[in-house]
């Protein structure tokens, strides 16, 4: 099993430019779960989704940040547009019932 | 608001000494309790869940559980230099949360 897979693992980009986080889940799994993850904060929960449909946004910052899962084996997290203070890693998870992450993506928001 | 509170450390222990890591969490309906292991620019990963109050061990490691005390904790034995790492501890009811983490340092 190739465990739950995001792209890219590095992104750089200048504020007010989109940003489109992606991520593979495990197959199988039915919930997904996007995670921010600074010094300050920890690790947050942004948004899941359970077969595919979004249960709870209640921790997406703000209307810049929106998520999809338009099947089982793909999400996408954007920030449009993005600010300094996105600057974080996001981490993708699985789950069918234990929660898995992903690797991670490194966004820096000049 | 659910919290879940962990002493950032750091935690120094000497290597093969036993590390003993806590956890409290204010929501009394929270069924599940996960530790999850993270090494410096790495993912989470999941060491140990427990479900019902007591004790549970998985080699070197044992996760306590009291929910009266609303506290689970974390104790590894013959600690090894590879067990330094952050440990966050992370609490469900109807969706999971994480504490911050406690950074471990393990002494060689």
């Known amino acids: 099993d190739a465990g739950v897979i995001q792209s890219p693992r590095h992104e750089v980009t200048e504020m007010g430019q989109e940003v489109t986080l992606r991520c593979k889940p495990i197959?199988?799994?039915?919930?997904l779960f996007w995670y921010r993850q600074t010094m300050m904060r920890g690790l947050e929960l942004l948004i899941y989704?359970?077969?595919?449909?979004?249960?709870?946004d209640s921790g997406m910052p703000e209307d810049r940040f929106s998520a999809k899962m338009p099947n089982a084996s793909f999400s996408t997290l954007k920030i449009q547009p993005s600010e300094p203070r996105d600057s974080a890693v996001y981490f993708c998870?699985?789950?069918?019932?234990?929660?898995?992450f992903g690797a991670g993506t490194r966004l820096s928001v000049l | 608001q659910k919290e879940v509170e962990q002493n950032s450390g750091p935690l120094s222990v000497p290597e093969g000494a036993i590390a003993s890591l806590n956890c409290t969490y204010s929501?009394?309906?929270?069924?599940?309790f996960f530790w999850y292991r993270q090494y410096s620019g790495k993912s989470p990963e999941l060491i140990m869940f427990i479900y019902s109050n007591g004790d549970k061990e998985d080699g070197r490691f044992t996760a306590q559980l009291n929910k009266a005390s609303q506290y689970v904790s974390l104790l590894i034995r013959d600690s090894q230099p590879s067990d330094s790492a952050t440990y966050l501890c992370?609490?469900?009811?109807?969706?999971?949360?994480f504490g911050k983490g406690t950074r471990l340092h393990i002494l060689p």
């Open positions: 998870a699985s789950s069918k019932g234990i929660q898995y």
């Open positions: 989704f359970n077969n595919n449909v979004p249960i709870d």
């Open positions: 197959s199988g799994h039915n919930s």
């Open positions: 992370a609490v469900k009811d109807d969706k999971i949360i």
């Open positions: 929501d009394r309906g929270s069924q599940s």
